[in-house]
């Protein structure tokens, strides 16, 4: 069993920036390629970035491509995503994901799910 848990959410003025982290345990983390989704209320999960195992490969939605910056550190079981240039639009549960694919962009892809972090962001 794969077990994901998220933090770095919170409350941070437009135009700030957080770091989320997700520590992941129960397998061979490099075996999991790694994505990060959000959901804002009354709205549909939606995909945000996604990293393949090695790290080589990653993928970002339009709305964040040049402000937000997905990593992973295999040897710490951790997948990063920074987010800089935030804007209101960006608030929203965000939750990490892993998938034995190569990688994947949509939501049923993925097998595995955190619990998510809030991240809020004021105008």
């Known amino acids: 069993q794969v077990q994901l848990v998220e933090s770095g959410g919170g409350l941070v003025q437009a135009g700030g920036s957080l770091r989320l982290s997700c520590a992941v345990s129960?397998?061979?983390?490099?075996?999991?390629?790694m994505g990060w989704f959000r959901q804002a209320p009354g709205k549909e999960r939606e995909f945000v970035a996604a990293?393949?195992?090695?790290?080589?490969?990653?993928a970002y939605a339009d709305s964040v491509k040049g402000r937000f910056t997905i990593s992973r550190d295999n040897a710490k079981s951790t997948v990063f995503l920074q987010m800089n240039s935030l804007k209101p639009e960006d608030t929203a549960v965000y939750y990490c994901?892993?998938?034995?694919?190569?990688?994947?962009?949509?939501?049923?892809?993925?097998?595995?799910w955190g619990q998510g972090t809030q991240v809020t962001v004021s105008s």
């Open positions: 994901a892993a998938t034995r694919l190569r990688y994947g962009l949509g939501p049923a892809e993925y097998d595995y």
């Open positions: 990293i393949s195992g090695s790290g080589g490969n990653t």
């Open positions: 129960g397998r061979t983390f490099s075996m999991y390629a």
